[in-house]
């Protein structure tokens, strides 16, 4: 094929391979975390908590004979919201595009019922495409734990332990990935991790701060917008509005005498700090826009694109 030999260029040979790794699987089960752990930084916010990551997240991970394209995806669940079902067609375009699905399961754990209900969605939307059965939280599992019940949730070429925590069992995980591949060029160039622009990762950081110091309802109802960012050699001034979706909620988020706000606007402005490398000065407003998990234009105005249907 004339055209692939003139795209190959010196800086990698015609054995490369890439494509794209749809990482999925239920809520908290260590998606985001384990793409972090395979680039080496943090391309993804990580909580405790359910439903962390909302949007596709493309995780670049390049070596001289391959470029392994992650996309990270919201966890799998049963929605009950349009943001909810916005997160899961967020999941469903990823396994349509993928050349290689990457199921995280919480080896932890026994499967469950949505675990199931991940199987029958492989089965009907990417029935072809190889699988790779990732057992995370390895650290947590006693030894000699019996994973058949695992193993048994759908055909897969293989299945790895991995800690993504610890970053164990990750040269594994891509020594298995990477056959798979289609032989392929690089897309990205090599020092590229993740197509994020500042303003999303801006967004993301703060969210993640407030998933981590509020309960409950909290950490689901908040959207953050940017609304100014102004780079200048000296500082990065960022203004952002936190949005929740009640009053009752505002008064948690601001927290007594500004305290919770406050500790949010400080722990955001130190990471982001150490990501821009440069002072930043941060300014928030906590405001309300009832029930926007099921408003469309407010979600458009957040950076929620419903998946255009019919594309493909
Ligand atoms: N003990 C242990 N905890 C882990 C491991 N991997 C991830 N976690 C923890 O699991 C929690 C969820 O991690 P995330 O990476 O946010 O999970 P996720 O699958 O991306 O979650 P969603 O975005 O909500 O779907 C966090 O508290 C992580 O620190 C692991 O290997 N061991
Ligand atoms: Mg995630």
Known sequence: MPELDSIFSDDWGKNH???LVAVVGRPNVGKSTLINAILDQKIAIVAAKPQTTRQRQLGIYTEAEAQILFIDTPGIHKPKTLMGKYMIGVAHDALKD???VLWILDASAPPRQEDRNIAALLAKIAP???RILALNKVDLVPPDSDFSEHLAL???ERALPTGAKEKRGIADLIDCLIPLLPLGPRYYPAEQASDSNLRFIAAEIIRERIIELTSDEIPHAVAVLIDRFREKPELTHIEASIYIERGSQKGIVIGKRGAMIKRIGVESRAELERLLESRVRLETRVKVQKNWRSNEDF???AGYRMPKRGRR
């Open 17 to 19: 391979r890439s494509g």
């Open 98 to 100: 993928a050349d290689v």
């Open 128 to 130: 072809k495409t190889p």
């Open 154 to 156: 759908c055909e897969h």
């Open 299 to 301: 979600m458009r105005r």
